[in-house]
């Protein structure tokens, strides 16, 4: 059982990309709090969550087209029925 991703015993869950995107969105805004902050650590710290930013970006990037692939071939998920693919 997932604690957050839509699944059969959980249809009301959030797809992976939605999940990434809000804390993608949550380090923008903690990220903009020491942008100005000069200091050798929060340099590297923004150095850090600039890396851990663009992964989350690519990995926003790959779960989006894997719903797009899942939904060209097998339709939305959220008509119910069984797995798209996989087993239960």
């Not at 600039?50 to 989350?56: G, H, Q, R, V």
């Amino acid at each position: 059982m997932t604690h957050f991703l839509v699944t059969d015993d959980k249809p009301d869950g959030y797809r992976l990309e939605d999940i990434l995107g809000l804390v993608r969105k949550d380090m923008l805004t903690r990220a903009l709090k020491i942008a100005d902050d000069q200091r050798i650590e929060a340099k590297h710290v923004m150095r850090n969550n600039m890396k851990i930013l663009d992964l989350l970006s690519q990995a926003i990037t790959l779960a989006e087209d894997s719903t797009h692939v899942l939904n060209k071939s097998f339709g939305s998920a959220a008509k119910g029925g069984p797995p798209r693919i996989g087993t239960k």
